[in-house]
């Protein structure tokens, strides 16, 4: 079955530690983002990716960073600078960001501080 | 610039009674607006969604929407409701006039729908 794979489910951050959060898919999609999600405040974009080696900044980017090394992966890395990083975190990729076909979504990982 | 708004944080229905859940838009040409459910711990599953044509459209599980476009709206709607539609519903919208971060696809807040039985 086609779909986005997000690892791990929970992830837990010490004080000063960065974090990386996995998104794999095996859509073939060429653009992949990623959102946060917190209670009451919808999805907010974090970053995109329209084509492999290439990335935007979202709205909300500080504190974060990416790579697109394969078409496949485009891993998140929480850093120290984040310093309200609680959330739940959500990757999703489509065939063309500028297409009108729909977002397809993993199924998150959540990220707690210890 | 582009938004879009759910103006009920929350909606509570009887099972078997008609749902409609709320959205606006507001862009300044023609949009593409999408419907997406989430359930508790998960992502977001795609419903339906509105590119151009027939103003009424129909998705999974039941789902149908109204768009209107003197109204600026685009609300979900169901004949009769079933417990297991419980879930976080998100209305978005994208501009497809412009590219950069402002073709970005904008997400509502979310409505949380309650089905009781």
């Known amino acids: 079955d086609g779909g986005i794979t997000q690892s791990p489910k929970y992830l837990f951050r010490k004080e000063g530690q960065n974090v990386t959060l996995s998104c794999e898919q095996n859509l073939n999609h060429d653009a992949m983002y990623w959102y946060r999600q917190d209670p009451g405040q919808g999805l907010r974009l974090i970053y995109y990716?329209?084509?492999?080696?290439?990335?935007q900044k979202g709205d909300i980017a500080e504190g974060y960073s990416v790579s697109r090394e394969k078409k496949e992966s485009f891993p998140l890395t929480v850093t120290s600078a984040q310093k309200n990083p609680t959330a739940f975190y959500l990757c999703?990729?489509?065939?063309?960001?500028?297409?009108?076909?729909?977002?397809?979504f993993g199924d998150g990982t959540r990220l707690s501080i210890l | 610039a582009q938004s879009v708004a759910q103006p009920e944080d929350q909606v509570n229905v009887a099972e078997g009674n008609p749902l409609t859940v709320k959205c606006t838009y507001s862009?300044?040409?023609?949009?593409?607006l999408f419907w997406y459910v989430q359930y508790p711990n998960r992502g977001l599953q795609f419903l339906l969604k509105y590119i151009t044509g027939d103003n009424l459209v129909k998705g999974s599980y039941g789902f149908e929407a109204e768009f209107n476009k003197s109204q600026t709206s685009f609300h979900l709607k169901k004949p009769s409701a079933l417990v297991s539609d419980s879930a976080l519903y998100f209305c978005?919208?994208?501009?497809?006039?412009?590219?950069?971060?402002?073709?970005?696809?904008?997400f509502g807040k979310g409505t949380k729908l309650s089905v009781k039985p």
């Open positions: 990716s329209q084509i492999v080696n290439d990335f």
């Open positions: 999703a990729s489509s065939n063309r960001r500028e297409g009108n076909q729909p977002q397809h």
């Open positions: 862009v300044s040409g023609n949009p593409y």
């Open positions: 978005a919208v994208r501009d497809p006039f412009y590219g950069g971060s402002q073709g970005n696809l904008i």
